[in-house]
């Protein structure tokens, strides 16, 4: 026993999704006990297709794809094409071309609308800052009526 006894507090359960010390600064993290095996017994029915005794028992089982949340990604969608088991009939082809017609006729649109806006900005900057060339312009037509004489006596 230690010179020191702090006294036990129980404070019950944590709520769900409770970390502690996320406040300063500490992450969850999930390992593999946490999980469980990495592979169902075998002859289970939740056994893999392939895995000793799932073929024997007749319990090769289809996976159905998950299209809840934790397989979306904000960026991508999900991973796997919603549609792809499907097969295209000429109504589908015919939606296709259209589609596609659609998307050139609005790139060409947008491609008008995007090389207006860079000229009107490009006009835009070129009011606030002139080249060079055009700063000295109007000194570059004042020298047209600079007499030989004058123009010899100008310093190098």
């Known amino acids: ?71 979306f990604d904000k960026f991508s969608g999900f991973n796997e094409n919603l549609f792809g088991g499907g097969r295209m009939d000429a109504e589908d082809i015919e939606a296709d071309k259209v589609y596609a017609a659609i998307d050139r006729r609005m790139d060409s649109k947008r491609k008008l609308r995007r090389e207006e806006r860079v000229k009107k900005e490009i006009e835009e900057y070129r009011k606030k800052r002139p080249k060079i060339q055009e700063q000295f312009r109007d000194l570059k037509r004042e020298l047209n009526g600079l007499s030989e004489a004058d123009w010899e006596s100008i310093p190098e």
């Open 1 to 71: 026993m230690s010179t020191y006894d702090a006294p036990r507090t129980d404070f019950g359960q944590p709520p769900p999704g409770y970390v502690a010390g996320l406040g300063r600064g500490a992450v969850g993290f999930t390992t593999r006990s946490d999980i469980g095996p990495a592979q169902a017994p075998s002859g289970g029915v939740d056994a893999p297709p392939g895995f000793a005794g799932a073929a024997a028992a007749g319990a090769e089982k289809k996976t159905a794809t998950n299209y809840g949340d934790a397989n």
